[in-house]
Nanobody
Framework: QVRLVESGGGLVQAGGSLTLSCVAS????????MGWFRQAPGNEREFVAS????????YYADSVKGRFTISRENAKNTVYLQMNSLKPEDTAVYYC?????????????WGQGTQVTVSS
């Protein structure tokens, strides 16, 4: 089955940048659209961004549009999330997963996630 390992989170000041990575194994990575989601304490998990199987199409939540960029390297089974102009409200645990549109294909499986904390 698919295994997802996220990394790259950390503590950053508002206005700063981070790049998250997610490595997938156990499946045929290039056959899945991939997405990033995040969950802040006390909140439900929410969609952040998605990218098509060949990387030609991307889609973003309004809250991150213009600040975040999703990309992928199929040869490395890796999807990235470049986050710029970070805001305290971006603080959350970030997860990647295969998606259809903005819906997780594996709603009962999530990796360990990576914590992003943005200080004001």
């Amino acid at each position: 089955q698919v295994r997802l390992v996220e990394s790259g989170g950390g503590l950053v000041q508002a206005g700063g940048s981070l790049t998250l990575s997610c490595v997938a194994s156990g499946g045929t990575f290039r056959t899945y659209a991939m997405g990033w989601f995040r969950q802040a304490p006390g909140n439900e998990r929410e969609f952040v961004a998605s990218i098509s199987r060949n990387g030609g199409l991307t889609y973003y939540a309004d809250s991150v549009k213009g600040r975040f960029t999703i990309s992928r390297e199929n040869a490395k089974n890796t999807v990235y999330l470049q986050m710029n102009s970070l805001k305290p409200e971006d603080t959350a645990v970030y997860y990647c997963t295969p998606v259809k549109g903005d819906t997780p294909l594996l709603p009962d499986y999530w990796g360990q996630g990576t914590q992003v904390t943005v200080s004001s």
